[in-house]
């Protein structure tokens, strides 16, 4: 098992990332309203690794988007490294970044102009040396010169890593990092994430529904669900909780639990709905 | 109390505007430029056939063979310099409206907009994209002008600078409208960007002056920055004077266009926010 780095912290740092009362609901072509986040509150402290899990349409990447400012909630605060990202979001910015299989970098441009723009976008110096060195440690100086929209799925995975860690994030969100990719360059990205934990104590989020990669990479994770966080914990901590033997199999139980979800988060099924009543 | 950048442990304090990420996009839209040299040429290409096509007539209708045009014949070069100088309002339109869809068609807007980069620095680097992507397209076909028709463009003088300033902002205006109408629509608007300019030809008197109009759509015409240009263009050629009325009242027109331009944008890129359109627009 990984060791971790000490997260011991002053207690008057803020958390890498806060959530509070995060809602977001849009507007349905007939006039009414779809809640994609509920009201959902978490904090995420600095230097872990959190997962955000959930199936598809649970919310994971109306969250994310939020977290990052492209989406403006319709309630509720964000506060990122202590500041506000509804007042302050280009403070932060420099230090943090993204990553996502659906989200894509520019494909006429090569890995090198790609990484280029982003650097200076950034306000790095040494551009080219940072290049460089992102290309080396992430073995892209193969296709430096090559255009970004002809690389594999791995490939263009570890060019979008190279761009998300361009700046030495503090804060890292990565959405489905590992998607679409074959086992063993998905383990090369997981390595490769644990070891820029260790090396700089960085935040990282991720959003993924590979519970293998979540039991190996995450301290703590977030489960979604219908817009609302419906449990949290350590992964061994829910594992146990739910009488499980994988996270997987945690993750199952909620997905399939019937019943809508409250608003503290319960999933309420036939049976408590009919105690409830 | 909210805190500020001073206040953040390690922040460095950032300008609200910088001109090293403006230059970051600029790159980015020159890299794509000069990765692809058809793209160069037909930058090159329209204004180039349209100052021949455009030339030929001129030269027609100023002989005796085209029936004693005399109203073209008084200005050497009348219709050229028209054609030129609408290509810059065309281009300059264009050449915002493009960058745009760059980032679209790349649905690359995610990640610009979890970088640093403000929007007003975006729209500035989409402006000075605009500005070299004219100057490639116009800059040969004024220099052809003179050896197949013995005209220069720039015998206008120092007032052409003030035509092309004038016109290219108009342009600006009319790519930030178009750019906010495909955030607000999505990419079935994107033909808009081909289209919107041309409504403006018949009412710009770009070939004609504003009096050929019928009455009612004369002050249409001269609501319009473009139609005291190409007024002013024609009195400078045909009479050799500067019309400083004229080219006051484009300057004035142009700031509340571009006033109006910013804000919708402004306000479109807002939208885009709360609809969550920076991330799922694309092809």
């Avoid at chain 1, 872990?48 to 990447?61: E, H, Y």
């Avoid at chain 2, 980069?117 to 004024?142: D, F, K, N, Q, Y």
């Avoid at chain 2, 197949?148 to 902002?169: C, Q």
């Amino acid at each position: 098992m990984t060791s971790r780095p000490s997260t011991a912290l002053s207690p008057a740092l803020s958390p890498a990332i806060r959530a509070d009362g995060l809602t977001k609901r849009f507007p349905t072509p007939d006039g009414r309203e779809v809640t994609a986040v509920d009201a959902i509150a978490f904090t995420v402290p600095r230097g872990s690794v959190t997962g955000l899990l959930g199936g598809n349409g649970a919310g994971k990447t109306t969250t994310i988007s939020m977290l990052l400012g492209l989406l403006l909630p319709t309630a509720g605060t964000v506060e990122i490294l202590g500041v506000d990202m509804a007042r302050h979001r280009h403070a932060v910015l420099p230090r943090m970044n993204f990553s996502s299989p659906y989200v894509e970098l520019p494909h006429r441009l090569t890995v090198r102009e790609n990484l280029t723009v982003y650097a200076h976008l950034y306000g790095l110096t040494c551009v080219k040396k940072r290049v460089q060195e992102l290309a080396e440690h992430l073995d892209l100086s193969r296709f430096l010169d090559r255009p970004s929209g002809g690389l594999s799925a791995g490939q263009k995975t570890r060019v979008a890593l190279a761009k998300a860690l361009l700046n030495d994030p503090e804060v890292l969100l990565l959405d489905e990092p590992t998607a679409s990719l074959d086992p063993d360059t998905a383990d090369w990205i997981r390595t490769y994430l644990e070891r820029y934990r260790l090396r700089t104590g960085a935040t990282i989020l991720l959003a993924s529904h590979n519970m293998l990669e979540v039991e190996r990479l995450c301290d703590g994770v977030l489960m979604m669900r219908q817009g609302r966080i419906v449990d949290r914990g350590a992964p061994s901590a829910l594992v146990a909780r739910y009488g499980r033997q994988t996270l997987e199999e945690v993750f199952l139980d909620i997905a399939r639990a019937s019943g809508s979800v409250e608003s503290d988060g319960r999933i309420l099924t036939g049976e408590t709905a009919d105690a409830a009543e | 109390m909210q805190p500020n950048e001073a206040q953040i442990p390690g922040a460095i304090p950032r300008a609200d505007f910088s001109l090293r990420r403006v230059g970051a996009m600029v790159l980015r839209y020159w890299y794509l430029l000069r990765g692809s040299w058809p793209r160069i040429l037909e930058l090159a290409y329209w204004p180039t056939m349209q100052m021949i096509l455009w030339g030929y007539i001129n030269q027609f209708m100023a002989s005796t063979n085209g029936g004693g045009s005399g109203w073209v014949a008084q200005g050497a070069g009348v219709l050229v310099s028209a054609v030129l100088l609408w290509d810059v309002l065309f281009r300059g339109q264009l050449g915002v409206s493009i960058s745009f869809l760059e980032e679209m068609w790349s649905r690359n807007l995610g990640h610009l907009f979890v970088s640093p980069l403000r929007p007003g620095e975006w729209v500035t680097a989409l402006m000075t994209m605009s500005l070299l992507r004219t100057l490639i397209g116009v800059l040969p076909a004024t220099a052809l002008a003179i050896p197949f028709f013995g005209y220069s463009v720039y015998a206008l003088g120092l007032p052409l600078a003030a035509f092309f300033a004038n016109l290219i902002v108009l342009g600006w205006s009319l790519g930030l409208l178009i750019v906010a109408l495909i955030l607000r629509y999505g990419m079935g608007a994107e033909g808009l960007a081909w289209i919107v300019v041309f409504m403006l030809a018949p009412v710009s008197a770009v070939y004609y002056p504003v009096s050929v109009l019928p009455a009612w759509l004369q002050p249409v015409s001269l609501a319009l920055p473009s139609a005291h240009v190409f007024e002013g263009m024609r009195a400078l050629v045909f009479e050799g004077v500067l019309r400083w009325d004229h080219l006051a009242w484009a300057v004035g027109l142009n700031v509340l266009y571009m006033a109006g331009g910013i804000a919708v944008f402004l306000y479109a890129f807002h939208q885009a926010r709360v609809r969550g359109a920076l991330l799922q627009t694309g092809e």
